[in-house]
T-cell receptor, first 112, second 113 residues
Framework: DVKVTQSSRYLVKRTGEKVFLECVQD?????MFWYRQDPGLGLRLIYFSYDVKMKEKGDIPEGYSVSREKKERFSLILESASTNQTSMYLCASSPGGVQPQHFGDGTRLSIL | GQNIDQPTEMTATEGAIVQINCTYQ??????LFWYQQHAGEAPTFLSYNVLDGLEEKGRFSSFLSRSKGYSYLLLKELQMKDSASYLCAVRDSSRGGSYIPTFGRGTSLIVHP
């Protein structure tokens, strides 16, 4: 069974901090994604990657960056955290083609 | 761009049937997914439609009409554990080479006894 693991379920950080959210998948999937999920707004794509060292902006990349140095790991970086980045962050992976995404359990991030 | 619409919330009775609709506008339709998400948990895959028609999988079925830009998820013999959010996601080949799905805002289904 596919496992997508996010490093933290809950995280509290302060405004201006640099924040790292880590995601690891164990099924050798090419594609990895970072979303944020907010009430009434649904899942919004921040960044995705379709190969090692490759990254593409999603719909709301401002204030975020990503890193994919190894195929199994995709990191989301908040360069200087702000209160409007308080949200649930979901990582997902998928193989190529028409296969569905597999999601991690999410990280609920609070920026104070 | 894409526009995906789902009702925000629905309620239904245990044992009943409920239909959750999803309408979309896209320039390069390449498949539609339904996911289920229980509160505080990860979304999990339910179904995938790329051709017109009905796909049945146990108590859950999903229908697609590409000409109408319309899909629905049908849940039969509702159980309390079906209380969850149901997410419609559409793949658009015009969005980029990786066929990234775009999610609707989700429908919160409440099943009561």
């Amino acid at each position: 069974d596919v496992k997508v693991t996010q490093s933290s379920r809950y995280l509290v950080k302060r405004t201006g901090e640099k924040v790292f959210l880590e995601c690891v998948q164990d099924m050798d999937h090419e594609n990895m994604f970072w979303y944020r999920q907010d009430p009434g707004l649904g899942l919004r794509l921040i960044y995705f990657s379709y190969d090692v060292k490759m990254k593409e902006k999603g719909d709301i990349p401002e204030g975020y960056s990503v890193s994919r140095e190894k195929k199994e790991r995709f990191s989301l970086i908040l360069e200087s955290a702000s209160t409007n980045q308080t949200s649930m962050y979901l990582c997902a992976s998928s193989p190529g083609g028409v296969q569905p995404q597999h999601f991690g359990d999410g990280t609920r991030l609070s920026i104070l | 761009g894409q526009n995906i619409d789902q009702p925000t919330e629905m309620t239904a009775t245990e044992g009943a049937i409920v239909q959750i609709n999803c309408t979309y506008q896209t320039s390069g339709f390449n498949g539609l997914f339904w996911y289920q998400q229980h509160a505080g948990e990860a979304p999990t895959f339910l179904s995938y439609n790329v051709l017109d028609g009905l796909e049945e999988k146990g108590r859950f079925s999903s229908f697609l009409s590409r000409s109408k830009g319309y899909s629905y998820l049908l849940l039969k013999e509702l159980q309390m554990k079906d209380s969850a959010s149901y997410l419609c996601a559409v793949r658009d080949s015009s969005r980029g080479g990786s066929y990234i799905p775009t999610f609707g805002r989700g429908t919160s289904l409440i099943v009561h006894p």
